[in-house]
């Protein structure tokens, strides 16, 4: 089956001791290069051959073993057995790595395997069904990473395969898996690339429970649009993301605050509904009454009741709230028990709540839509809602009500869309952290408007962002941005936001602009 291996192993049984390599060592004359082969060097032949060679060779090595057991016992050596281990108990030593990779990238070219793609269909399967693929990256000329590294990138393919094709078996996903792994490796040398192909190529694999599925095998699921397809959509949202000096000027957080030194508690604010001044360790400590008007006052049209002939229509500013306008207007037509406020010092944010940066977890989305809903709280403006909508399929992959860390003051229901929070409705914010990142990774291209609310509120540090209101925002002014409503009308000539706030909606609608200003300038 495979002459090289053979010959090694009667090499080794010909000379299994130590004592045997050093006679070896003084005669050169007589060794071959197979003939210098020890069992300490074969043990790693051994390692590598099964862990990245397919069944047959596996169960000659099985027997090779027995062989070596039994001719070490016939001769009293037991312990040599150890040496050739199949599963070391250790790890191997970081400086054997390259030997071990290098030995098997020379010894693999030299086995001669059935077929070079693994991927078997249904016939193939029932030709041989005594060799299963195994879950391990086949061998590639310039391979773009360690082995290693290609093991964990497979592993993590099979996992999001058995979660994407529930219905299929699990060879079905190893297979899929190692022939899309090694359609990556081959493609390029280089591991960033190699990381995206394969992200790419499971991202294709739709899910079997999602509306717009299409049959589960790679050949079958070609985009129906470009703007479908990763590959040709990925590169342009990434000229699209904000480089870092415009996320800085929008008030993004980049790197860790440092740790605040002063008396947040002692801080005199200023109410964000009413302007009235306020102790913040005193917030919630009696009962302030908060009254103001919840909607900003807006240019309206006023007709003067006279009986001229003459347009005696003026303009005037009317809260929309109660319909009054500011001149008749009381100090505000909602009541609140405390004043509310929001931090806007990066350092006093993350006393309050810290700021980490995104995980680096195995996620499945390239490219997402998000918006965050927030109330006011004790701790400030808090989030209490996060939606992610997935760019390609737009469809939701995380909507959950968060509980705030602060005490409630104001949901803000007219905006947030939340009218309650229980604990059945709703996730902590450390879970809502940990289900977030099973979606997105630093790699992820998160896509909104005015991101750096969401962002501060969530306490994220992310850099691959696309934000609509600083790419088409008419105004230079980063506090005067148009808002998203403008731009959906502008470009999509749609009315958005005509309800209560829904953050599905606006995500969504950053998603639509992106795609609409793709295709507008690349088709
Ligand atoms: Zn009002
Ligand atoms: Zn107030
Ligand atoms: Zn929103």
Known sequence: MNCMFNHSSEKVMKQPSAASKVDQQQQPEDSTEGDRENPEQLSGTVKTLSKFSSDPIKTDSSDFLNKVFQNNKENGEVKQVHKISLFPSSAPRSDEKTDSEGSFLSRATVIKRPAEDSFEDETSKKQKPSTPTRLLPKSVLNPPTTVQERMRYLKNAHESLKSKLRNKDDQYCVNLAVKLELEAAKSTTSKNVYE????????????????????????????????????WVIPKLSKLMAPKNKLKRNSFILQIPPPYDGHLS????????????????????????????????????????????????????TYPCCNTTIDDATAGCATLKHHVYKLEDPIEMHHKIPFIFTADRNVDYLAVGL?????????GFELIRVT????????????????????????????????????????????????????????????????????????????????????????????????????????????????????????????????????????
Request: contains cysteine; hydrophobic residues 30%.
């Open 196 to 231: 995206r192909a394969l992200k790419i190529a499971i991202y294709k694999i739709r899910s079997e429970d999602s509306p717009q599925g299409t049959p589960s095998s790679s050949e079958s699921s070609q985009p129906v649009s470009k703007i479908d397809d990763p590959d």
């Open 266 to 317: 002692k801080k005199v604010m200023q109410c964000s509904h009413c302007g009235d001044d306020f102790i913040l360790g005193e917030q919630m400590l009696h009962d302030d009454k908060c009254v103001y008007h919840p909607e900003r006052p807006k240019l309206t049209k006023q007709v003067a009741l006279t009986n001229s002939r003459y347009n005696n229509s003026y303009n005037t500013r």
């Open 371 to 379: 918006d965050c809903e927030m109330g006011w709280t004790s701790f």
């Open 388 to 523: 992610v909508v997935d760019f390609f399929t737009e469809e939701k992959i995380l909507d959950t009500i968060v509980q705030p860390l602060g005490k409630m003051i104001d949901l803000n229901t007219k905006f947030s869309g939340v009218s309650e929070i229980t604990d059945s409705n709703s996730v902590s914010f450390k879970k809502m952290r940990d289900l977030l990142f099973n979606v997105i990774n630093r790699q992820t291209i998160i896509i909104g408007h005015g991101l750096e609310n969401d962002m501060n509120v969530l306490r994220l540090i992310h850099t691959k962002i696309i934000d609509t209101s600083i790419l088409y925002s008419t105004h230079y002014d980063p506090k005067r941005k148009d808002p998203l409503r403008l731009l959906v009308s502008n470009f999509l000539n749609r009315k958005i936001q005509s309800g209560e706030h829904d953050s599905m909606e606006d995500a969504l609608a950053c998603i639509h602009i992106i795609k609409h200003k793709i295709l507008e300038r690349y088709t």
